[in-house]
Structures are given as structure tokens and as C-alpha cells.
Antibody, heavy 123, light 107 residues
Framework: QITLKESGPTLVKPTQTLTLTCTLS??????????VGWIRQPPGKALEWLAL???????RYSPSLQSRLTITKDTSENQVVLTMTNMDPVDTGTYYC???????????????WGQGTMVSVSS | DIQMTQSPATLSASVGDRVTITCRAS??????LAWYQQKPGTAPKLLIY???TLESGVPSRFSGSRSGTEFTLTISSLQPDDFATYYC?????????FGQGTKLEIK
């Protein structure tokens, strides 16, 4: 059974760096055709895609946030880590990680999501 | 970026109704379109991928279709469990983008 679980601080101060960890279970990012993405959701608002990392270490970022984001994987720990620098109150929201697999001609939709972790940015 | 325009923003309906939610892409995304259902305080759940393929375990009253760059999610007969917010998402090209969501309310 595939599961993902996010962890990290619930409160960060403005200008600080946020580090979130997604712990994977039931699959490995060393397996061909697997990807893990990060998506966030401000309170009461829509979903926003942030970043994706693939089994072969290919990485993709949202252009609007690329300068602040870094996504990495630790296959020995079966984790994916997202760091976001220079946090601002507008970055407050729930952060999700999600699983994707390669289909016949491209990576498919996020089929399994973590429960999410709420992050508040406030001084 | 590809813009996903979802409508309506809010939809009021009754149990047993047939409802349709629409998502229009600002450019071609082939069939790389997913629909998710989200209930308050929970993560989104994948309903449909590749525009019309039903995710395993999702009731058959949910269906998806495509006409060019316009995509539709249809619920054939609303059940009490279906009242939630629905999002479309394109994954044809980066950055992946979501629609603004449709909140399905009980009339």
C-alpha cells in the first residue's frame, strides 16, 4: 500500500527557511517511472503546484517560486525534502506531497496524496 | 503558463440531480487532465485522469469527457457523499496548473 506523510514545522517566522519532509511508504523513488510532487493550498483557496522530482533526479519547479524552492530526494531514507526560502505570511497554507507514475507517454496525475501539513508564517 | 478556467465557482444541487462542471484550458493539453474531489480538512482525491479514465474505486456515476480544450466532469446522480469541492488540473506541461475549484453545495 502506497502512502505519503508530510512533516515539518507548523509555524515559521517571516524571512525564515521552511523545510518539509515527505516520507514515502510502499514505493521507492529509486524505482523507474516514479515521481513525487509538492502542492500547497492557502486557507480557503485553490491548489497550487510547487515542484516535482522524478526517480532519475529530474526536477521541475513552479517558475513563480523557482528562486525560493529546492526539492531533493533521499532514497536511503525514502524521503523527499522541499525547502522554501524567505517565507512570507502569504505562504501560509497546507502543504501536500503526492505520488505520480509514468504512463504510456508521460507522467500521469497525482494518484495518492499525503494528509498534508499546515504551515503558518507569522512573527 | 496554461490557465485552467473552471466553472461554475459554486453549484447548488439536490441528491439525485445530474451535474456538470467545466474546465477550459488556455491552450491544448491533449487529454492530460485530471479531476480531484476535496472535502474540508482532507487531501484531494483523484477521481478521473487522462480526461476520461475513472480511477480505481471511484463510483461509476462520475465521468469525464473532452472536447478540444474544454473538459467536463459529470456526476450522473448526486449522492450525499458527493458534496465537496472539485478541482481540475492539467499535467500536459510545466508548470502544472489547477482550476480555481467548484464548490458543490446542497440545495
Amino acid at each position: 500500500q502506497i502512502t505519503l506523510k508530510e512533516s515539518g514545522p507548523t509555524l515559521v517566522k517571516p524571512t525564515q527557511t521552511l523545510t518539509l519532509t515527505c516520507t514515502l511508504s510502499g514505493f521507492s523513488l529509486s524505482t523507474s517511472g516514479v515521481g513525487v510532487g509538492w502542492i500547497r493550498q492557502p486557507p480557503g483557496k485553490a491548489l497550487e503546484w510547487l515542484a516535482l522530482i522524478y526517480w532519475d533526479d529530474d526536477k521541475r519547479y513552479s517558475p513563480s517560486l523557482q528562486s525560493r524552492l529546492t526539492i531533493t530526494k533521499d532514497t536511503s531514507e525514502n524521503q523527499v525534502v522541499l525547502t522554501m526560502t524567505n517565507m512570507d505570511p502569504v505562504d501560509t497554507g497546507t502543504y501536500y506531497c503526492a505520488h505520480a507514475t509514468y504512463a504510456s507517454s508521460g507522467y500521469d496525475a497525482f494518484d495518492i496524496w499525503g494528509q498534508g501539513t499546515m504551515v503558518s508564517v507569522s512573527s | 503558463d496554461i490557465q485552467m478556467t473552471q466553472s461554475p465557482a459554486t453549484l447548488s444541487a439536490s441528491v439525485g440531480d445530474r451535474v456538470t462542471i467545466t474546465c477550459r484550458a488556455s491552450q491544448s493539453i491533449s487529454s492530460w487532465l485530471a479531476w480531484y474531489q476535496q472535502k474540508p480538512g482532507t487531501a484531494p482525491k483523484l477521481l478521473i485522469y487522462r480526461a476520461s479514465t475513472l480511477e480505481s474505486g471511484v463510483p461509476s456515476r462520475f465521468s469525464g469527457s473532452r472536447s478540444g480544450t474544454e473538459f467536463t466532469l459529470t456526476i450522473s446522480s448526486l449522492q450525499p457523499d458527493d458534496f465537496a469541492t472539485y478541482y481540475c488540473q492539467q499535467y500536459n506541461s510545466y508548470p502544472y496548473t489547477f482550476g480555481q475549484g467548484t464548490k458543490l453545495e446542497i440545495k
